[in-house]
């Protein structure tokens, strides 16, 4: 093929930096999948921490296993979806609030680690420990660390990370205004709600699903113009 007839480097940036959300909109919607479908086998087996009394051990555990062992990947999709996000903003980023988004973003992956591995850890104590465990101390604490983590901490990391959000959104118009508008009293439930309730939790991963499916249906508008408006330039 000649040098003539290769793409101008400037549309091949255009085609790369286009297909960056798209790339940001599949991890999104993928994380809000796994991670969804992890926390609807979760809530259906285990009790309220207030009320559990881990009869949900002596049952088959292979498909809780199963939705723990989804947490990881749901976790890298996620990142990925924080870091196309930010490339999103573009020049448009505001260093401080994109600081804390990011930040909020990590430890919200790191946090749900910590619940996954504990959670982990509780079932391999139940079948390799003593008949008593459930009936002791250390499930009681084990399974309220549990609660602490994914129901309060976690949570209130997700309300930081949408409400920094919508305030770059408004900000920078990158998003529409009435996605930011939306996305601020939906971060106020999860940051003020105390509730040991796994399904409560459930409202993040609708969120990402709502952004990334709304960036993967705009961004077929938007690559044409791009691209047009590179070829006039």
């Known amino acids: 093929m000649d040098a003539s007839d290769a793409p101008p480097v400037s549309a091949a940036i255009v085609e790369m930096r286009a297909a960056t959300p798209a790339a940001g909109a599949v991890a999104g919607i993928l994380f809000a999948v796994l991670f969804g479908v992890s926390v609807m086998i979760v809530a259906r087996t285990m009790d309220k921490a207030s009320i559990d ?51 909020s973003g990590i430890l919200f992956v790191a946090l749900l680690f910590s619940a996954a591995a504990s959670v982990g850890a509780i079932i391999a104590t139940a079948e390799r420990g003593t008949s008593g465990f459930v009936a002791g101390d250390a ?60 399904w409560v939790i459930l409202i993040f991963p609708g969120w990402v699903l709502m952004v990334s499916v709304y960036i993967l249906l705009t961004r077929t508008r938007v690559r044409p113009e791009a691209a047009e408006g590179v070829h006039h330039g």
């Open 139 to 198: 499930y009681l604490y084990g399974r309220n660390v549990v609660a602490q983590i994914f129901g309060i901490y976690a949570l209130r990391m997700a309300a930081v990370f949408q409400m920094s959000q919508a305030t770059l959104w408004l900000r920078t118009g990158v998003m529409p205004r009435w996605m930011a508008l939306i996305t601020f009293p939906v971060a106020l439930v999860l940051l003020f709600i105390v509730t040991t309730s796994n």
């Open 53 to 103: 009394t881990g009869a949900w051990l002596e049952r088959d555990t292979r498909l809780f296993t199963f939705a723990l062992g989804l947490i990881p990947f749901a976790g890298l999709f996620f990142l990925w979806f924080i870091a196309v996000v930010r490339a999103h903003l573009g020049r448009l980023e505001d260093q401080f609030f994109s600081t804390v988004f990011v930040g």
